[in-house]
T-cell receptor, first 114, second 111 residues
């Protein structure tokens, strides 16, 4: 089975801190994604990557950046955390292509910014 | 950007009752996927529909894709407590490369 591992299940940070969320997948998937999940808003795409060192903005990239130096690892960076970034962050990966591939999700990181 | 509207947001049913959630888009969709997220869990892929008017079944779950490829539904017959969770639709807009998720329907099954 595909495994998508997120480094932390819960994280508490202070406003202004730089925050790194790490995600690793073990199935040589081309595509990786970062979503945030908020009650009543569903899953919203922050950034995605379809290859090493490649990245594309999703629907809500403001306040975030990403890094993909290796195929298996996709990092989400909050340069200066703010309280409105308190959320559940979900990483996902898919094999290749866009319109016919299902996503495999990690367990999520619940981030609280105080 | 693309919006996929999903209704209802919440649904409480008695065990044994049926349940349906709907997804609607104002634009044509390339395909639609359905995911289930158990409480405290992460979304897990259920199925993908690609063809206009397509209907697929998984045991008590029936998935439909509209003829115009602008809407979809998930119907659960005779719900069980194991069906509890949030059901999301997710869709690619024709010509786009983003998977847009609906807001989800949270299903509660009362024993």
């Amino acid at each position: 089975d595909v495994k998508v591992t997120q480094s932390s299940r819960y994280l508490v940070k202070r406003t202004g801190e730089k925050v790194f969320l790490e995600c690793v997948q073990d199935m040589d998937h081309e595509n990786m994604f970062w979503y945030r999940q908020d009650p009543g808003l569903g899953l919203r795409l922050i950034y995605f990557s379809y290859d090493v060192k490649m990245k594309e903005k999703g629907d809500i990239p403001e306040g975030y950046s990403v890094s993909r130096e290796k195929k298996e690892r996709f990092s989400l960076i909050l340069e200066s955390a703010s309280t409105n970034q308190t959320s559940m962050y979900l990483c996902a990966s898919s094999f290749t292509g866009w319109t016919n591939e299902k996503l495999f999700f990690g367990s999520g990181t619940q981030l609280s910014v105080l | 950007g693309q919006q996929v509207m999903q209704i209802p947001q919440y649904q409480h049913v008695q065990e044994g009752e049926d349940f349906t959630t709907y997804c609607n888009s104002s634009t044509t969709l390339s395909n639609i996927q359905w995911y289930k997220q158990r409480p405290g869990g992460h979304p897990v892929f259920l199925i993908q529909l690609v063809k206009s008017g397509e209907v697929k079944k998984q045991k008590r779950l029936t998935f439909q894709f509209g003829e115009a490829k602008k809407n979809s539904s998930l119907h659960i017959t005779a719900t069980q407590t194991t069906d509890v969770g949030t059901y999301f639709c997710a869709a690619f807009q024709t010509g786009a490369n983003n998977l847009f998720f609906g807001t989800g329907t949270r299903l509660t099954v009362i024993p």
